[in-house]
């Protein structure tokens, strides 16, 4: 009479054993997850810098404060497109004219709604002023 008595605990066993598994294999994924996207994050900020980085030359070197799209292709920003903005004001000191540039720069990399999506604003003022 006692022959199944041992089956009932042993697929309590199983069953519990199972559930503890599938659990340590979501949360593993969501950790993996959390990680790929605080190195997007990074990367994103990277691609905003450079974005500021390419106007603030543009409007220091080149006189060019324009809106641009720029699509980044090398390395670790490869994938990332940036939109820039930049505004310019004219100010006087003494004997000195200064002119003073506000640049925004949008970064991101992938659609907007998807798990992988990632983006980055930054806002920087840069001067002509020696």
Do not use: K
Not at 21 to 41: C, E, F, P
Not at 46 to 58: E, F, L, N
Not at 110 to 117: I, Q
């Amino acid at each position: 009479m006692q022959t199944g008595f041992s089956l009932v605990p042993a697929l309590f066993l199983l069953v519990v054993l199972s559930a503890l598994g599938i659990v340590a294999v979501r949360l593993a994924g969501v950790q993996h997850q959390t990680v790929v996207l605080a190195m997007q994050s990074g990367r994103a900020y990277a691609a905003a810098r450079s974005g500021i980085d390419w106007s603030a030359y543009q409007a220091l070197v080149n006189d060019s404060c324009a809106a641009a799209t720029l699509s980044l292709t090398e390395a670790g920003l490869a994938g990332f497109s940036v939109d820039t903005n930049c505004s310019s004001t004219v100010h006087s000191e003494g004997p000195n004219t200064v002119r003073v540039y506000v640049i925004d720069a949008f970064a991101w990399s992938g659609s907007y709604g998807n798990p992988d999506y990632v983006s980055r604003r930054i806002r920087s003022t840069v001067t002509d002023a020696t």
